[in-house]
């Protein structure tokens, strides 16, 4: 027989867990975020920081709020990539979500990513790896040497993050930004933005998340936020090769001509005080050579030629005819080049398109040249004609030679 006390006992005992049991329903969604958010902390790499993690266990959703992720040292941004809101789903990997979580279709909301050039010409996407990688030998070396000496084969181990949360290879931005600072050859940063960005992109990482194989996207975007100059993109970034292997195909609408010019400054004999660009351009980088195919549509141009230029005389008496040769029907004037060899010392020539322009302009000058020498009649040839019609021979040379 149980006595009263023993029956107390008891009737206490299953008061006591059903409290518990009531307690853990009624909070069991704060435990379980409580744990996730914990897991998910814990395991995040020393470069990559959080503000807020919101988890919709009935929907299966989780929310990251304030994701950034620093950028290398030296570099004057704080963070290479800044994400107000990342929205995803998620499958567990075990029977709880304490054994870890798959990501799935995660969109990036408001993202800025950070891409600069050091006056030396370090950019730092690519050395971002070496962000990755001290990161990885830095949790390495926390494990001390009793936890090396249990691994007998030489397999590397995947960190903390990578074997309790394995992420998805593409990412859909919404409403984004790339800020590209350029210090190479600048007294002050050039600074171009990409803005209202709609993309997809592709991050290839190894087994450990401790180096980038590949980056790629494509999408569109307004530049320096200006909603009549678009650009669309596809790009793909190999960061595992000594020197930059890149692949950059553009489609241009509209862009102010101006806003590049510390790019084409150099080769151009022009300053132009504006003008606007569309057309297409393809640049590819394999191991630090250049491959570069570009079509361009030019418009509304106001321009001068720049003083001290190489034959600068010479492009002032022909721009008129330059301009008569290269337009189209509609008003365009179209222009069409080739980038080849080393990117240090890129070597320019002409497209079809712009050689056969040129050809076309040299002979008609040649003609006009040998014209005007020949009605001169005998003893009437003048030097400045002979010389004139020898000059536009050399041009054609020049142009017929240049692959």
């Not at 660009?277 to 191991?287: A, E």
């Not at 040998?370 to 004139?388: F, L, M, N, P, Q």
Request: positive net charge; hydrophobic residues 40%; glycine residues 6%.
């Amino acid at each position: 027989m149980i006595n009263r006390t023993n029956k107390k006992v008891i009737a206490g005992i299953i008061s006591f867990i059903l409290l518990a049991v009531i307690f853990l329903f009624i909070y069991r969604y704060n435990i379980l975020r409580y744990s996730a958010e914990a897991v998910i902390r814990n395991s995040l790499p020393s470069y990559v920081s959080i503000d807020k993690i919101k988890f919709d266990f009935q929907k299966n959703e989780v929310l990251l709020i304030g994701f950034d992720i620093l950028n290398p040292p030296y570099f004057i941004n704080k963070y290479s990539v800044e994400i107000e809101e990342i929205r995803c789903g998620y499958k567990l990997k075990g029977k709880s979500i304490l054994n870890g979580l798959e990501i799935i279709n995660p969109v990036l909301r408001k993202p800025v990513i950070n891409i600069e050039r050091l006056s030396n010409g370090k950019i730092n996407l690519i050395e971002m790896r070496s962000l990755l990688e001290d990161d990885a030998s830095r949790k390495a070396k926390a494990k001390g040497p009793e936890e090396k000496q249990k691994r007998s084969y030489d397999v590397p181990e995947k960190s903390a993050f990578a074997s309790l949360i394995k992420i998805p290879q593409k990412f859909l931005l919404k409403n984004g930004k790339i800020v590209f600072t350029d210090r190479v050859g600048f007294a002050r940063p050039h600074i171009i933005t990409f803005e209202n960005i709609d993309a997809e992109m592709f991050l290839q990482l190894n087994d450990d998340y401790s180096k980038v194989l590949g980056v790629a996207s494509a999408g569109s975007a307004m530049l320096n936020g200006y909603s009549e100059e678009t650009i669309r993109w596809k790009v793909s970034l190999n960061p595992t090769t000594p020197r930059l292997t890149m692949s950059n195909n553009f489609e241009v609408d509209n862009l102010s001509i101006p806003v590049f010019e510390p790019y084409y400054d150099k080769y151009s004999p022009f300053v132009f005080k504006a003008g606007r660009v569309s057309g297409s351009l393809i640049f590819d980088f394999d191991n630090g050579n250049i491959g570069s195919t570009n079509e361009l549509h030019l418009s509304g141009l106001k321009f001068y030629v720049k003083q001290g230029f190489e034959n600068a005389q010479f492009w002032e008496t022909t721009v008129p005819d330059l301009i008569k040769y290269f337009s189209t029907s509609s008003g365009e004037i179209v222009f069409d080049f080739k980038i080849k060899g080393d990117v240090s010392n890129p070597r320019f020539y002409l497209g079809p398109i712009s050689k056969q322009a040129l050809t076309s302009m040299a002979i008609d000058k040649i003609s006009s040249a040998i014209e005007a020498a020949s009605k001169a009649g005998k003893g009437g040839v003048k030097s400045s004609d002979v010389e004139k019609a020898k000059e536009y021979i050399d041009l054609f040379q020049s142009i017929v030679n240049k692959k």
